[in-house]
């Protein structure tokens, strides 16, 4: 499906193929892509992967279900408490394991903080991409996610690599300032974001950038397997919290924001009103927590997990879109086969077809409105 | 010639000393040689420490906007910083690919400096501070700053790399864009003041008034008819970090890259000091002396765009294209139009300057509204395209 | 929202011989097609049956067999999981149809089965390795590849000596 470029009775032209490389600016980490302009048009895009490749999936392999922990931090590595979730979800389904109430209470607390900070990190690199050079949405976004970072810190020990989130519950109780410290970050937060959206939405020059620009339909978006925010700014109303209510997210009272564009400028929309949906997640969260064990699984009883032969695929709605593993024991302590259904990989499906016939500013927009992270897309 | 210190007239009496001591030595031609050679490295002297203290003072404008401190290692509150730069500069290896064409790589940088420093020759940097009081002032001075057009589009094609290459391309297309905007709003402040010479229209503006409280939309078209030619954001994909990499000085290192980031500079300032110039009333001022002046609202004036390269993301090429020809063409020419009415129509100079304030407002208006409908089309029908 | 039995006795009625097995005690149902069969399946599901979400496409190597394993999911009309599972017996030289033009999410993930792997997908419009670089042999995913350190003088006959584009 290219462009046909009709030639002109004395001049002809040709098409150009540059790689935007491995090594660039803006390419949210090391993601090669081969594009033919005509121009500043272009005609075709082929995404180039695996410049990352770890080989998390072989290695898991060779290690017990504890000792997988850590490599589920490393695939999203910006929102390292989500992708701990969707492992500890994909193997409390195989093994049959009860989650006690107080630490649902918690996961669902970091889980939504994670999805605010993610939010707001890919609205400040977007604009980063556009141009705003001297990174000031960036720093912005950054100096929130620096609190959010010392309460991650706090409950789990590490700031993005918590490894915190386990099949049975959580690692450990939270300490006694993090929920003080919590209700006082939340107005906060609220503020930024009412900030940002005060700042940012009504710039002109950020409209004309990406008002209809990477247009993503909604049967394409649906076919191509794509999930999360760029699913439901295209229109389709599909939540994974709503849609599986995993966890106990059916207690909580949250909207689940489409819009209909399907444009760049949409997927920015749409974050915004996520990270306030998840606000109020957390302040319904932080009103009812319970009392109570944090985990049904001490550590002695998980490093010497042997789930019964079977198999489970187990998927949450990460900030990114649906995280899902697919695990299949054959009844020793390491898993038979360790799938990572990766929600950035699936998102680039059709970045193709969304860039086409755009410029090549427009390529690093789109690109950054999809916000991949390079450790999902080639685990 | 009498010789009248005073802080207002301190540089000049340096020079007439100067020239009064040399010529009780040396014969007339070569009094005049030397005198004429000091202008002139008193200029590129000018430049430099310009542009020392803007490459200062950019870091420091964007950490504050970002609410960090930026440099401040190197000296109190980092004014060494741009000590540091030039060396590091200075004792880098010079790298020129293999495959380049050698002689358009090492011409370019060239080029582009000289365009960038011949033009303040004219810069009027006080009350009888020109270097070269030119009575066709304005036209050299349009004249000699697009002489780094071919400068970039050199490099570009020099340097053999794809992404210079279409960084040059675009160069070329943008600059070129926004000369005749800009030609058009320096035609309307030079019908007013009724002389090229850039002394010439500083005294006008003595007389009738600054030149942008009388014509603030012609104002805001030469702002931003500048910044694209000075490209500064939100003008400045050809240079965009975040698509193509630095653009058309992708390939070069060391002092050719040290040059392109001082012609830069340079034509930052000379921008501005022309802005000053033409619409802000020059060195005019009460009590400071007349070169303080002109460097405090030259200042101003860099700091307002370093503002705006904090605040704004860039366009897109082919809409920088557009909206030159498309919206600031058609805008000039309304605003000449207009110009050229009031003031051979209209005789009293205090009712032609309210009339043509008013009527450059009902330009901004009509501009903005004229835009405004155009994107508000766009986005209503961007709506709901996801599920068509 | 089919129940099992529904998806099944449809299933059954219009493909008689395609549905291999149901096993039993799963987590999550799942159905074990013929790989001949499949891509028929696959365009009666979407299209019948209103399956239009494929999330995962993914490959276990047993000892006796590969299984190619497909989930998925109806978006529009609310279906729950589904899983799929086609057995390939053959593991010299394993071949799968492609279902890239049913949905197109499985055009990087059967890239990676491939690459990774080492299942042929017929009818793929672009099926080269994703994640390994060209040029490099083997399957790293299956269980019979050693996990072991490379050196540089291994790996270099592998690299092409001008990068294809």
Known sequence: ?379 | MENVWSIENVWNAIGMALQNWLAGFLPAWLVTLIMDLLVIVVLLAIGIVAVLILSFLERKVAARAGDRYGPNRWGPYGVLQPFADAIKMLIKEDIVPHVADRFSFNLAPVIVTVGAVMTYAVLPFGRNMVAANLNIGILYFAAVGSLSIIGLLTAGWGSRNKYALISAFRSVAQLITYEVPLALCIICVVMLAGSLSTQDIVLAQQERGWFFLLMPGIFILYFLAASAEMIRCPFDLLEADSEIVAGHFIEYSGMKFALFFLAEYIHLFAGSAMMVTLFFGGWLGPWLPSWLWFLIKTFVVIFVFMWIRNTFPRIRIDQVLKIGWKVMVPAGLVGLAITGFVDKLIADTLIAGVVLFVCNIALIVGVSYFMGRAQRQKEMAAEGAALR | MLTHEEILSRLRERFPEAVLDVPEGMIDFTIVIAPQAWHDVALFLRDELGYDFLTNVTAVDWPDRFEVVYHLYGVQAGHPLLTIKLPVTDKENPVVPSVVDVWRSADFQEREEYDLMGIRFEDHPNLKRIMMWEGYEGHPLRKDFQNRTYSYAELEPTRKATPDW
């Not at chain 1, 121009?39 to 770890?54: A, I, K, M, N, S």
């Not at chain 1, 915190?164 to 300490?175: K, Q, T």
Request: hydrophobic share 40%.
């Open chain 1, 1 to 379: 499906m290219s462009v046909q470029i009709p030639p002109t009775e004395r001049l002809r032209t040709d098409t150009i193929q540059i790689n935007m490389g491995p090594h660039h600016p803006s390419t949210h980490g090391v993601f090669r892509m081969v594009l033919t302009l005509d121009g500043e048009t272009v005609v075709d895009l082929e995404p180039r992967f695996g410049y990352l490749h770890r080989g998390i999936e072989k290695t898991a392999e060779e290690r017990t279900y504890v000792q997988n922990v850590p490599f589920t931090d490393r695939l999203d590595y910006i929102c390292g408490i989500t992708n701990n979730w969707a492992y500890a979800l994909a193997l409390e389904k195989l093994a049959g394991i009860e989650v006690p109430e107080r630490a649902e209470y918690i996961r669902v607390i970091l889980g939504e903080l994670t999805r605010v900070m993610n939010h707001m990190l890919a609205i400040g690199f977007l604009w980063n991409d556009l141009g705003a050079t001297t990174f000031t949405p960036v720093v912005y976004a950054f100096r929130e996610r620096e609190r959010i970072l010392d309460l991650i810190e706090m409950a789990a020990g590490s700031r993005m690599m918590p490894s915190y989130i386990r099949a049975g519950g959580v690692v450990a109780d939270l300490p006694e300032e993090f929920m003080p410290r919590l209700q006082k970050l939340v107005p906060h937060l609220k503020r930024f974001i009412d900030e940002m959206d005060t700042m940012l939405t009504k710039n002109e020059i950020f409209r004309a950038r990406a008002v209809g620009v990477g247009v993503l339909k909604a049967k394409d978006a649906i076919n191509a397997g794509i999930s999360g925010p760029v699913l439901r700014a295209s229109g389709v109303p599909y939540d994974i919290r709503k849609v599986d209510s995993y966890s106990i997210y059916d207690r909580f009272d949250f909207e689940v924001p489409v819009h209909t564009a399907g444009d760049v400028y949409a997927r920015y929309l749409q974050r915004l009103a996520e990270a306030r949906q998840s606000l109020r997640i957390i302040e319904q969260a932080m009103r009812d927590i319970p009392e109570g064990p944090v985990t049904s699984l001490p550590y002695k009883q998980l490093s010497r997990l042997k789930p019964p032969k079977g198999e489970a695929y187990g998927r949450i709605e990460s900030p990114k879109g649906e995280l899902g593993f697919y695990l299949v024991s054959d009844g020793s302590n390491k898993p038979y086969r360790f799938r990572i259904r990766s929600t950035s990989l699936l998102n680039l499906t059709l970045l193709r077809e969304m860039c086409i016939g755009h410029k090549v500013a427009d390529v690093v927009t789109i690109l950054g409105s999809i916000d991949i992270t390079l450790g999902d897309v080639d685990r």
